[in-house]
């Protein structure tokens, strides 16, 4: 077992016991308010490879506008 889950598992222990209304409304509150977890959301070999690409365009110059794109995508969505 991990050092974060024997803290997590003692700490629920002695939440357990705890008989204080005050208390657990109090440790409510303070559990409420820490910073969320933050989840880690792996990336598929092909979004890594995708993101390579994309730096490598960067790196070369090879760039368009978002007025550009725009303009783009209305002449693809007309063409359809």
Do not use: Y
């Not at 979004?47 to 978002?66: H, R, V, W, Y």
């Not at 002449?75 to 359809?80: G, H, I, T, Y």
């Amino acid at each position: 077992m991990t050092t974060v889950d024997k803290i997590r598992n003692g700490l629920i222990d002695k939440i357990l016991s705890i008989k204080d209304k005050d208390f657990l409304e109090a440790l409510d509150k303070l559990i409420s308010s820490g910073p969320p977890e933050s989840e880690v959301i792996e990336l598929t070999k092909e979004q890594k490879t995708m993101l390579a690409m994309s730096e490598q365009d960067i790196k070369n110059g090879k760039l368009i506008s978002q007025k550009a794109m725009d303009k783009r995508n209305l002449e693809w969505l007309n063409a359809m």
